[in-house]
Nanobody, 120 residues
Framework: QVQLVESGGGLVQAGGSLRLSCAASGRIPSSYATGWFRQAPGKERESVAT????????SYADSVKGRFTISRDNAKNTVYLQMNSLKPEDTAVYYCAAAPNIATMRFGSWGQGTQVTVSS
């Protein structure tokens, strides 16, 4: 399993932007997928965006389409989440995760999370 460390969270006003980063401890194999998830207080964790490591195929939750962009830098073993036009309902702890098989997309490696707070 890879070890993941997120950074880039913080407090931002509605309409603002943040970029989250997730650095892996080593090389991420080409068979992997990585993703961003979030969990707001009192709510279940939900998938925000995923990207396959080799081909860069992306998917997004409907709630963030057109506002968030997931990307990866294979050389740096880092995945990013660019968040624009942030809304108060985007407030949550954001987690980075990795899945060893893009066919099953079972995310077994998780970072510690980074808090994103959007004020109205």
């Amino acid at each position: 399993q890879v070890q993941l460390v997120e950074s880039g969270g913080g407090l931002v006003q509605a309409g603002g932007s943040l970029r989250l980063s997730c650095a892996a401890s080593g090389r991420i194999p080409s068979s992997y997928a990585t993703g961003w998830f979030r969990q707001a207080p009192g709510k279940e964790r939900e998938s925000v965006a995923t990207i396959t490591w080799s081909a860069g195929v992306t998917s997004y939750a409907d709630s963030v389409k057109g506002r968030f962009t997931i990307s990866r830098d294979n050389a740096k073993n880092t995945v990013y989440l660019q968040m624009n036009s942030l809304k108060p309902e985007d407030t949550a702890v954001y987690y980075c995760a990795a899945a060893p098989n893009i066919a099953t997309m079972r995310f077994g490696s998780w970072g510690q999370g980074t808090q994103v707070t959007v004020s109205s």
